[in-house]
């Protein structure tokens, strides 16, 4: 009897382990920004310890780490995402410059300055809502998440997850169950002035961490019994501690985040895990240092073992978790595609961009391309793409372009200097002001100003002729004024100002994103007078009168210091007299780089070639060269032929490691092997090729690039440069 009474207990006290191994866990992510990565080694750790989640709550990157784990992803797929990851292209808006529309792509040669200032319709300045409006952070979060696009109900994820956000007109608390995932991810890491809020029914949201960094209430609210908290908080620096901005950023999350992550670390009962990675000396930019982070979120969860061991489940992991991923991602059929826009253009525009095929499964790689390409129009705050079931044969894909609410008409301001160190000096100050979306097929008004020692006005028309702005008219109107020097045998015996103005009209195709070419006619009047030099030289007044064809080609990655690319362009023009010309002859001119890296070395191999065929005025059929790796030695624009030869090999090395933040100061050490000559035709200048030199130091600034170098060539001629502007 006893014997029985005894095997009766037993079987009592073994029934009430499942109710043990029952209970519900519950895993909170605090926010951190770079920091955040922690979070994946902590996972890591609870599965070697079979720590089986039932629940998710995050605040900020925790809402990203824990809303990737909740959708199916594997750690290691995690870890290779936070290593791998171009997090510098993550963190910005701007496309990859090879998905930008060509026309876009010219914007960058004009000036100094590459930033932009937008005025709205009414004529006043356009404020962004944030730094970063967060274009292609959305978009990564998109491609991410794709194969989890019918998951309306965030409770329905192979892990319940709930991410945190703040309602910046209120200061609430915003808890986001339901809706577009990728969407709630964003909303929550959207730091104040940073990343653009987010507009979410009705509302603007932003980071969660101002209300709730460690959302412990949030996760108990799930229905779970015992919660393991990540907390990445890191103590206030003293003030000598504070020397950077880097720094100050730091210290002001902190400040935001404290106070309520101490109010949710006071409701931890005795069962509860507290994880604290050792993380005060990472900034929360430390992008490049993931692995460490990882490794320290890792150690912090093992030292925990014994704590944790009492969550531990009998029967394995998430059953749930573990049948996503062993499950291949599907991929949606797109039967359907759809425009949701309230921009300047038309929704046939925008349709056009898309290349995705209807009847066939979502090209990620091509639409995430076609993405880069309508945001680099310039009309539209974000544009975004979701994927939405319509029934078991498929899926509509969905684009949700926005327009700019900060306007999208343009001025940029620009400067150029070239000074050779020996008092002389070419300076340029100039502007541009570009009205964009004068109709819905993307008509654009362009006008150009630049004063100094080249005066220009240019203004252009610029009329798409269909939807994909494939076919397009431009009429013109411009005027012209600079020195030009006439040299007989080999001395410069004048300079003449040089003034022309004239009109055109260019019809055109684009060439995909990488170039375009024109056929056009224009006619131009002007005078050449004496401004230095033999007084009884003729200064006189002349007429052109021409035909034209372009064809420009770029596929640069940067179009200051690139590092893979092509960037070609041909100029054939024919003067007539039939339109007015009064001399008759043709020019072309070809210009070519060719750019190969290898690691931080790059290799620019090109130059240009200009010829003039038949008899002409020198004065106004002449090509230019000089200055810095234009036959380095010479002052800028010393050299003036009616034909023109350069080749020439310019190599640079980058000397600081690339950023992972979309501020980057990259400093270059370089030099350059350049051969040239400059000709006319009736022999009474030939300057011979010439072998020229130059080392040089370049630094790419958001304003611009920065070059100072060191020039010489076998004409004796030596020369210091310091350059504003573009550089090759």
Partial sequence: MRRLLRSLLCLLALSSLPALAAERVGLVLSGGAARGLAHIGVLKALEEQNIRVDAIAGTSMGAIVGGLYAAGYSVEELQRLALELDWQQALSDSPPREDVPFRRKQDDRD??????????????????????????LALLLESLLVHRSDTRDFDRLPIPFHAVATDIANGEQVILRRGHLPQAMRASMSIPAVFAPVELDGRLLVDG?????????????????????VDLGTPLKPVEQLTTVVDVMNQSITLMTRKNSEAQLATLAADDVLIQPPLAGFGVTDFARAEQMIDAGYRATQIQAERLARLQQSGGGNPALAMARSREQRTPVIREIRVENDSKVGDAVIRRHIRQPQGEPLDMDRLQKDMGTLYGLDYFERVQYRVTPLDERGSALVIDARGKRTGTDYLRLGLNLSDDMRGDSAFNIGASYRVNGINQLGAEWLTRVQLGDRQELYSEFYQPLDAGSRYF???????????IEAILDNDPIAEYRLERYGYGLNLGRQIANNGEIRFGLGQAWGEADVRVGERDLPSFSFSEGYYELMYSFDTLDNVDFPTTGEDIGLLLRQYD????????????QLELNKVFSVEA???????????????????????ILGGAQELSGFRQDALSGQNVALARLIYYRRLTQRSLLPLDLPLYLGMSLERGRAWNNDNAFDSGYINAASIFLGLDTPLGPVNFSYGFNDEREKAL??????SF
Wanted: charged share 20%; no cysteine.
């Fill in 577 to 588: 007299s039939s339109l007015g010309s009064d001399e008759e002859y043709r020019q072309w």
């Fill in 473 to 483: 008219v431009a009429p013109y109107l411009f005027g012209e004024a600079r020195n």
């Fill in 601 to 623: 070395n790059t290799w620019v191999l090109g130059g240009r070639y200009g010829r003039t065929l038949e008899e002409a005025d020198v004065v106004t059929s002449g090509f």
């Fill in 209 to 229: 961490g101002m209300v709730n960094n460690i959302p412990v209430d949030v996760a108990r609210q799930m229905g779970v019994e015992r919660v393991i908290v």
């Fill in 111 to 136: 000036f100094l300055i590459k930033q932009k200032l937008s005025f709205r319709d009414d004529g006043s300045l356009g404020l962004p809502l944030g730094v970063i409006q967060g274009q292609n």
């Fill in 721 to 726: 440069y310091l350059n504003l502007g573009k």
